[in-house]
Structures are given as C-alpha cells and as structure tokens.
C-alpha cells in the first residue's frame, strides 16, 4: 500500500467522447454527419493519498464525466486510470476490477434520487457489505450498520425507516454511510453539496473533513462552488470543455490565478466580505463542446487572446509549482 | 408612501391533516426603485410571499390575513381579472427556471409582442419593434435575427435574458424575481445580476430579490429580509445584515457559508432543521437550534424590535429585559 503523499490514483491522458449523431436513418435522410461529444479529452493528474483533490468548472466542462470515469461508471475512450499502482484500463473484467472499486465509493448530488425509495436504510448502508462479502452473518451487519449511521451522526435506530423520513442533509449523511461501509480509502464526491441549503452544506462539509481526518480518506471532489472549493480542497484542477487548464494547490490557485479562465471564475464569486470590489466584466457563454473552439478552447472568450491561440492547442506545462495550459503564461506575456 | 406594502401577511395551506401555516406575520415594504432581497433556506416561505403578492398562490394555499398594497392600493383583495391586469403592467416576475417561463411553441418575439399588447395599445407592428428593442436592451446579439427564434434555441443564460425582457416589456414598477439566477452557471450568474440591476436602475423599477445565495443579496440588494420558518427574523440594510447580522439564526447563517479567502478549519454549523410546517415550535420557531435561547423563547414569539443597530431582529435578546441579561 502507498505511502501518505504518494499518489493513490493517477490519471493519464484519460479521454471520454460520446456519440451524439442523430439515428442512422435520420442522418441518411438529412445527409448529417456523426456528431462526437468529447466531454473529457485528453487530462493528466494525480490525487495523493490523504489529500482533496477538487476539480472545479462550468456546466458540460466534464468534470463529473471524470468522476463517473474514475469509478467505472464509463469506460474512456482512451487513457489511464490507475489506482494505488494498478491500471484499471487494463483489468478486463469486472471480476478483476472488483477488489479495487471496493476502495473507492462515490457520492453523488441528489441525495433524493440516489437512495432506493423502497429500500431501508439499513438494506441502503449494508448493500456494499453484501456485495463485496465483507461480513459473514446477518448480525455482524447490523452492528456495522449501526456503527456507519452513527458515524455520520445519525441514531443506529435510523436504518429501520425508509428515505423520505428524512430531508435532504440527512439524506446525504445516508448516502456517506452507505460509501464508507466498504471501508473505502478514496470517495469520489460529485457535487455533494450543491443540492443542500447553507447551513446544512455546512454540516456536511464538516463531516466530510471529520471523516477524512479521522478514516485517513482521500477525496476527489467535484464542484461548481469555488468558494466550497476553497474551504476544502489540498490541489484544485480548473476544468473547460474537456480539458484541465490549471492544476495548482488550492492556496496559490486562490490567491494568484495564472490562467484566464481561473481569473474569470474568481471574478465571478459574489463579494460576501462587502468590500466593494467591482466584478470584472465577464462576457460570453461556454461554447458547445460538440463543436468546440480550435486552438485553445478558452481563447473566444480571452480578453488576452493571439493569434496562436486560434490556432494551437495549449499543452499544460508547469511553471511556479502550477501547472497551466496557456500560451499567454507560457510566453511570459500573463 | 412605500412603493409595495406588506403588512401581517398571513399564508394558509388547508390539507387533510390541518392547517399549514406558511408565512405568518410577515410585514415590508419595498421603496420605488429599491432591491428588496428576500434570503432564507428551502421552506422559509420567501417564494410563497413572492406568489402572495403577484396572486398567484396555488390551491390550497390563500391568503388568510394581512394587507398587500401596492401604490397605496390593496391588491391582496383583487377579483382573478382586475389581478390579470396588475400582473405583467405593475408588477413583472421572473422565476429561476427560464425554460419553463417560455412557451416552447412560440417564438420569443411572439411571446413578448403578446405581453406588450396584452398591457398597452400598441399596433403589432410596434409591439414587434418594441420587442427588438428589449432583446437588444438585455443583450441579446442581432435581436432582429433572433426575434422569431424559439426558447430552445437560446443557451440557459440567453433565456434567462429573454424572461428579463418579458418581465420589463411594459415597465413595471416591481419585478419579484424569485431565484433568478439558481439555475444559471457562475459566470453566467455575474452577468444576469449586473444586467438585472442596471435595467432597473435606468427604469426605477423596484425588485424584490427572493434568493438562498447570500452572495447574490450582498451584491444586489439595498436592503434584506432573512425569513425562517414562515417569518421575517431580521431585516436591515444589506451591509449590517451580512456584516453585523443580529439574530443568531442569521449568525449562524452567515457563519455556515464558505467565504473565499476566509481561512477556517471548520465552518460554524447550525445543528438541526429547519422544522416543518406540522411542526413549527412555540414561540421563536428558531428555539430548539438557537444556541443563545432563554426561557422566555420557548413560550412568546418575539416580533421584530429594534437592536441598537440599523437592524430589526425578531429575537428577545434585544428586548429591554433580554438586553440586561446578554449585554
């Protein structure tokens, strides 16, 4: 097993396209083309152990496509994920996949439609329990189950009701419980919070830190709420259409964005410290990623933009300790 | 005179098992030109205030008491037509999700031209140059070309800016805009705020600003009201209330949001709920969370009073007696 601070999961070149073409006799009769999505193309990172790893970004950035990836909920279209030295990529069946996805669980954002309605929770938390036989007798899991329900800060005689008993913060405590009880050491979180209100979003990110300091648990967490962002993460990676264009830890990213779009993003956080800043003028739309920009992605809406920007991809190379797909950075020109 | 005068407003909602209290009590007024923000988690009851005073609460819930006057005129009141009327040419809305605001059958310049006529005397002619006027005034490229496209034609920010012009067409005095920019990305966010205050700073139209992101209020509005569990905790201008707040609902509040650049370990969290609306506590319906409650809070409902500050807090602390007790 890897040491703290060696990467537990690694990423390299990971690529994710969709097919989006309309149906074969549609396409004939109208003389379309096939259409490819490309939600994730092409990204590199590493998550070491103990620490959260955020990636942060727009609707259709593919952040979540990521998440969903990571956990095998897709397979790539090309690329690696490897996971505590082990490429998964490579592990053909879900035989051999399965020791390794016990180690890594995933929280999703509607704690209303990722619950089973007609399961109890205790059935809801001891389902990974039975599906990797990690516990042999009907009372051993009770008792694990009761301990997971507190653990989250729910009472053990919780798992006899069924989800609609409860609202959405607890709902997520549920969802928690149920992805620890595999003992992970990784959780991917997509968007966790962003369906609670404030004061629960609170007691949740709370808890999530408890339990990260208490289980020596690494996250992945995904978001579009940098501020959430900032409370939590280690390293951010700042995703636009399908690829990342600032990987930092999240202290330098917060403080001195180097990328465009980072600074865009940071432009639009509403000043709850009143200070009077006036938010930068932000224009322009993500673009569809079915027909993405050439060049950099980012440059129809860079107020820095050049010429080779339209016309070439930026890679993501480092410079200070960040990593940083611009070529204004590149050139020294940002 | 207020521009809009909510006074003991009082929302019912009549089931089988009883009746639900949804706002009880709840009184503010809106200056000509003023951005009300109304903030408070799911089932405060800020958007069912908004529905109260556009009439257009939906059974089983009605008005059950208090006064909505608008201009000095009571509207809670109205017959459905003389309220049709009210709708649209005094008071405009727009709501969080502008897909569902459109007809999808309809072109956006049909849908505007509709509203324009429907509340003035305009030729249809003029409605239609009228309504290439506002797509341009909300930012939308090329209005002309875009007129007669339909609603899914436009990305999610591009609608949210066609339901700004529907709102503005006639010029109302008051737009409640209730979560206008929740379901919109962040960068898109920034933009509708800006464009939403501009366009009714250059017309003097009113806005009530009904939201859950603190962050939107602090920008936006003048003054706000924070609403917990059907009733208007604290209210103040919008400096003291994110700076200074009061009530230790809004404390919390304000300590549970994640702040960039705020470095803390953990975030201050209120324990608990928000109760239902079956099962509201006596007294200060905050008592059972509040961690400065005395006695007195689980048996008289505190109403608003003054704090020493420039806001109003509906909380005992700021009683004469409560004062001596916690300085």
Redesign the interface.
């Known amino acids: 097993m890897a040491e703290a601070g060696q990467p537990i999961v690694e990423v390299v070149g990971l690529a994710r396209y969709f097919d989006v073409s309309k149906p074969w006799l549609a396409r004939v009769l109208q003389g379309q083309p096939r259409l490819t999505l490309k939600a994730v193309d092409g990204i590199d990172f590493a998550i070491r152990r103990g620490e959260t790893f955020s990636l942060v970004g727009?609707?259709g950035c593919g952040k979540s496509t990521v998440a969903r990836l990571i956990v095998g909920l897709h397979r790539p279209t090309r690329g690696h994920i490897r996971f505590d030295g082990v490429d998964l990529t490579a592990l053909g069946t879900r035989a051999a996949q399965a020791p390794f996805r016990r180690r890594m669980q995933m929280i999703f954002q509607d704690p209303f439609a990722s619950l089973n309605p007609r399961w109890r929770v205790r059935d809801i938390v001891a389902e990974p329990l039975r599906a990797f036989a990690l516990v042999a007798t009907g009372e051993t899991v009770a008792g694990r189950v009761a301990e997971l329900l507190t653990q989250v800060g729910l009472s053990a005689n919780d798992g006899e009701k069924y989800p609609h008993e409860f609202?959405?913060?607890?709902r997520q405590r549920i969802s928690i419980a149920r992805a620890l009880s595999g003992n992970p050491e990784f959780l991917v979180c997509d968007e966790p919070t962003s369906a609670l209100?404030?004061?629960?979003?609170?007691?949740i990110?709370?808890l999530m830190?408890d339990l990260q300091r208490r289980l020596g648990l690494t996250y992945l967490f995904i978001s579009?709420?940098?501020?959430?962002i900032?409370?939590v993460s280690d390293r951010v990676g700042v995703m636009y259409l399908g690829r990342l264009c600032e990987v930092a830890d999240a202290q330098s990213l917060?403080?001195r964005p180097r990328h465009p779009y980072t600074r865009?993003?940071?432009?639009?956080?509403?000043?709850?410290?009143?200070t009077g800043r006036a938010?930068g003028p932000?224009?322009g739309?993500?673009p569809s990623p079915i027909a993405p920009p050439p060049g950099c992605a980012f440059h129809p809406r860079c107020p820095h933009a050049g010429e080779r920007c339209r016309l070439e991809a930026p890679a993501l190379l480092e410079h200070d300790g960040a990593l940083i797909a611009c070529h204004g950075v590149e050139e020294g020109r940002l | 005179m207020a521009l809009l005068e909510v006074e003991h407003l009082r929302v019912e909602f009549e089931t089988r098992r009883g009746n639900l209290i949804a706002i009880d009590d709840v009184s503010l007024a809106i200056e000509e030109g003023e951005v009300l923000g109304v903030v408070g988690?799911?089932g405060a009851g800020k958007s069912i205030t908004g529905m109260a005073i556009i009439g257009l609460l939906e059974p089983p819930g009605r008005v059950t008491g208090g006064e909505i006057r608008l201009a000095g005129r009571r509207i809670d009141n109205l017959a459905y037509d003389s309220m049709r009327r009210i709708r649209g040419k005094e008071i405009g809305a727009i709501f969080q999700d502008p897909l569902t605001s459109l007809n999808p059958l309809y072109g956006v310049g049909r849908q505007l031209a509709e509203t324009i006529m429907a509340h003035t005397d305009a030729s249809p002619t003029a409605a239609r140059a009228r309504a290439i006027q506002l797509l341009g005034e909300v930012g939308i490229p090329a209005p002309e070309r875009r007129i007669d496209a339909y609603p899914h034609e436009f990305?999610g920010?591009?609608r949210q800016r066609v339901v700004i012009a529907l709102a503005l067409a006639v010029n109302p005095r008051l737009i409640i805009a209730d979560e206008p920019t929740t379901a919109l990305?962040?960068?898109?966010?920034?933009?509708i705020?800006?464009l939403l205050k501009g366009l009714c700073r250059e017309h003097g139209t009113a806005i009530m600003l009904i939201t859950?992101?603190?962050?939107?209020i602090?920008?936006t509005a003048d003054r706000v009201a924070v609403m917990y569990a059907g009733r208007i905790a604290e209210v103040g201008p919008?400096?003291d209330v994110?700076?200074s707040a009061k009530h230790p609902y809004t404390k919390?509040?304000m300590?549970?949001?994640?702040?960039?650049?705020?470095e803390?370990?953990?975030?201050?969290?209120?324990?608990g709920?928000?109760p239902r609306l079956n099962a509201i506590p006596t007294g200060c319906a905050f008592n059972p969370r509040c961690p400065d409650g005395m006695a007195r809070c689980g048996v008289e409902r505190p109403d608003l009073m003054a704090t020493g500050g420039p806001n109003r807090a509906a909380c005992w602390l700021y009683a004469p007696l409560g004062v001596a007790v916690h300085g």
Not at chain 1, 167 to 170: D, E, F
Not at chain 2, 185 to 191: E, G
Not at chain 2, 212 to 216: A, N
């Open positions: 727009e609707s609202s959405g913060g607890q209100d404030v004061s629960v979003q609170a007691q990110l709370n830190k579009h709420n940098l501020a959430v900032d409370h917060f403080r865009l993003l940071l432009d639009t956080i509403p000043d709850l410290a009143m938010r932000v224009a739309e993500v | 988690e799911s990305s920010g591009m990305d962040v960068s898109i966010q920034a933009q705020i800006q859950h992101d603190m962050g939107v602090a920008e919008v400096r994110v700076k919390g509040l300590g549970s949001i994640p702040i960039m650049g705020r803390v370990e953990r975030l201050s969290q209120i324990d709920s928000m």
